[in-house]
């Protein structure tokens, strides 16, 4: 199994542009979940589906931040317009019925 | 909700000394407890868990324990080595969720 992937791996972008993550969980595991990694919060969840379904998104910090989950084999994370704030490591994560997470390797988002 | 506090925030010790990293937890239901290193640059990756039924669990040089009266668990590292030098994360989760809360992270440094 190849993880869980995400990309890009690196994301340089200018303020007011959208910005769409993508994620793709390991096989099988129904969970899946974004977060964001910043030094000032640690992990912070943004959201997580379940079977394909948002459960919880109160983490999603605004209205400028969407994420959607179309099959069980994908996901995106979508900022529209970006901020310079934005700017952070996301992290995507998929769990299967053992309980721990997989995490993927992460974009690196700077808004400038 | 669940909260995790995670102390000491950094710690430096010598190559070949035991390193000891304490969370507590304040969600008396919580009964899952992962503990993730996360290398410069890279993405956190599970190192051990326990769960609420056991009160010691080791892995070679890696030991995680749990006192649920106190509501608090430890990983301890023993003949610590450069490459452990990291940021530690530990969690919790509460079986009626499906979401980790993790602490703010340790930065560990081993010196040699």
């Known amino acids: 199994d190849a993880g869980v992937i995400q990309s890009p791996r690196h994301e340089v972008t200018e303020m007011g542009q959208e910005v769409t993550l993508r994620c793709k969980p390991i096989s099988g595991h129904d969970y899946l979940f974004w977060y964001r990694q910043t030094m000032m919060r640690g992990l912070e969840l943004l959201i997580y589906f379940n079977n394909n379904v948002p459960i919880d998104d109160s983490g999603m910090p605004e209205d400028r931040f969407s994420a959607k989950m179309p099959n069980a084999s994908f996901s995106t994370l979508k900022i529209q317009p970006s901020e310079p704030r934005d700017s952070a490591v996301y992290f995507c994560?998929?769990?299967?019925?053992?309980?721990?997470?997989?995490f993927g390797s992460g974009t690196r988002l700077t808004v400038v | 909700g669940e909260n995790v506090e995670q102390h000491p925030s950094t710690l430096s010790v010598q190559e070949g000394d035991s390193a000891v990293i304490k969370c507590t937890y304040s969600?008396?239901?919580?009964?899952?407890f992962p503990w993730y290193k996360q290398e410069l640059g890279k993405r956190p990756q599970l190192i051990i868990d326990?769960?609420?039924?056991?009160g010691e669990k080791k892995d070679q040089r890696i030991a995680v324990t749990l006192n649920k009266t106190a509501k608090h668990f430890s990983l301890h590292i023993t003949e610590t080595q450069p490459e452990d030098s990291a940021v530690y994360f530990c969690a919790a989760r509460n079986s009626g969720y499906s979401t980790l809360t993790f602490g703010k992270g340790t930065m560990l440094l081993v010196s040699p």
């Open positions: 994560a998929s769990r299967g019925t053992g309980g721990g997470y997989t």
């Open positions: 326990i769960r609420s039924n056991v």
């Open positions: 969600d008396s239901a919580s009964n899952y």
